[in-house]
């Protein structure tokens, strides 16, 4: 499956951008989907993430009542609502996709398959 990310941009504090991933060549059929950020000089981190079943989404405590992930099997379509915007928000946002990954590794990068090719979100103070 390819993954294609798309909705960032320059927003001001407070602000609010949806992110959305698109699968193509395949679907999200019993994936586990992630989004991931990295800003710069900083590793890779898991902010957001749901299963299949769409049961039980995980949020990075930074994000938690601010970020809202949700999935469209039937678009294979993934996003991250974004309210509330930081400056500390700004990065790299990516959706990362998997069949095999386990729980306990849910927040490690390279036990996803297929990745996005990240869209860039700058929050302006």
């Known amino acids: 499956v390819q993954l294609q990310a798309s909705g960032g941009g320059l927003v001001q504090t407070g602000g609010s951008l949806r992110l959305s991933c698109a699968a193509s060549a395949g679907t999200f059929r019993g994936y586990t989907l992630g989004w991931f950020r990295q800003a710069t000089g900083k590793e890779r981190e898991r902010i957001a993430g749901?299963?299949?079943?769409?049961?039980?989404?995980f949020y990075q405590d930074s994000v938690k009542g601010r970020f809202t992930i949700s999935r469209d099997n039937t678009k294979s379509t993934l996003y991250l609502q974004m309210n509330s915007l930081q400056p500390e928000d700004t990065a790299v946002y990516y959706c990362a996709a998997s069949r095999t990954v386990v729980r306990s590794n849910l927040g490690v990068p390279s036990s996803y398959d297929y990745w996005g090719q990240g869209t860039l979100v700058t929050v302006s103070s």
């Open positions: 749901i299963k299949w079943t769409n049961s039980n989404p």
